[in-house]
Nanobody
Framework: QVQLVESGGGLVQAGGSLRLSCLASGSIFTINTMAWYRQAPGKQRELVASITRGNGPKYADSVKGRFTISRDNAKNTVYLQMNDLKPEDTAVYYC??????????????WGQGTQVTVSS
């Protein structure tokens, strides 16, 4: 089994910054794609950013130039640096990881979510 634990959410004023972290632990051989999603009240969950092992990052248009996703493969950790935050960035942010265990079985895992609130 694999667990994803997010941290770093909170309350920030518009224009401020936050850095989210997500640590994956458990039966992990390798992690292919790691990503951040978010879900605002009354809206569907949407992809914010993703990063695949050996490839460059991808971003939603709404966060390009403001957010940066990165990963530390040795630590099985993905980060999301969020700058110039806007009230519309307010949401619960979820970490997602495509994990292969030692039997080379692949599964998709989600974290519990961390709240990000941006005040105007």
């Amino acid at each position: 089994q694999v667990q994803l634990v997010e941290s770093g959410g909170g309350l920030v004023q518009a224009g401020g910054s936050l850095r989210l972290s997500c640590l994956a632990s458990g039966s992990i051989f390798t992690i292919n794609t790691m990503a951040w999603y978010r879900q605002a009240p009354g809206k569907q969950r949407e992809l914010v950013a993703s990063i695949t092992r050996g490839n460059g990052p991808k971003y939603a248009d709404s966060v390009k130039g403001r957010f940066t996703i990165s990963r530390d493969n040795a630590k099985n950790t993905v980060y999301l640096q969020m700058n110039d935050l806007k009230p519309e960035d307010t949401a619960v942010y979820y970490c997602n990881a495509a994990v292969f265990d030692y039997a080379m079985t692949g599964n998709d895992y989600w974290g519990q979510g961390t709240q990000v609130t941006v005040s105007s």
